[in-house]
DNA sequence: CCGTATCCCGAGCGATACTG
DNA sequence: CAGTATCGCTCGGGATACGG
């Protein structure tokens, strides 16, 4: 059975426009705000592994800037998708551990990376080739 | 068995700097860069119950610019998400058509709307305690 | 009917410097 | 160590008007 339409039932949660008939768009709409971010996936793998701190994350994710992880962390945070924890020492210590409904998230992704990497050639060549028909570089 | 970290290899396609350990996030963030638009899932879900024209996607998207729906089109087109057929009739006759991945694309995005709706709630708590811990409106 | 062309604005992000 | 503050830019996206 594909995927059936209208077993998706409302999209109460967003502020987003969406018609009836469009309820699955909105509810992954829903995910894509949150997650959608440059770097919020990245900060999630890492702190699914157990436990990172701030200067251990910003070394791992490699590009990113002091500014950006903290926001990202605190969006992440205020979703319910991060915990974070304070050891009230000095220097200071702040934990960033991964929720369970985070770690849920994070399985439900592999579905998206098992895509990308079965098609990821394939969307290479239709770029390829789209570029190819119409002006690639003029 | 929870997600394996390493099961996903290397990351080639993308421009992004993911460091090693991060393969799966850069994987995920390939996919998303091509649908995490605003309109490209939207779309996505009409295309794929079957041939739809421009005006109709105008239609029933509900919200979208012109612009944004032209843009969005051949951006999925171009990833080869999109079949575009047309009918060199008079007035013109334009069908959008899912592709065989785009197809298996919208059942992968069914693992995110699974999570969304088990847990939105659980969300917008985490976000209503966390704006009433810190400032909320003030 | 199916688009393109232009203008404009705000969010997201990067760089840099400062602090408890 | 773990942040905050400020600036500035790029780019996604909205509004509007025009064209084949």
């Known amino acids: 059975m594909p995927v059936t339409p209208g077993s998706l039932t409302r999209c109460e949660a967003g502020d987003q426009p969406f018609p009836p008939g469009q309820a699955k768009a909105c509810t992954v709409r829903e995910v894509l705000d949150r997650v959608g971010g440059k770097w919020s996936i990245g900060i999630l793998v890492a702190a699914s592994q157990g436990p ?59 579905a998206l990376t098992s895509w990308a990497e079965r098609h990821h050639t394939a969307v290479a060549d239709a770029r390829g080739a789209y570029d190819q028909a119409h002006g690639t570089a003029d």
Chains 1, 2 share one sequence.
């Open 52 to 110: 990172v701190r701030f200067t251990e994350l910003e070394r791992r994710i490699e590009g990113i800037s002091r500014r950006m992880l903290t926001l990202t962390l605190r969006n992440l945070e205020r979703d319910g998708l991060l915990h974070r924890r304070v050891y009230p020492t000095v220097p200071p210590k702040v934990e960033y551990t991964a929720t369970p409904i985070a770690l849920e998230l994070y399985e439900s992704l592999v």
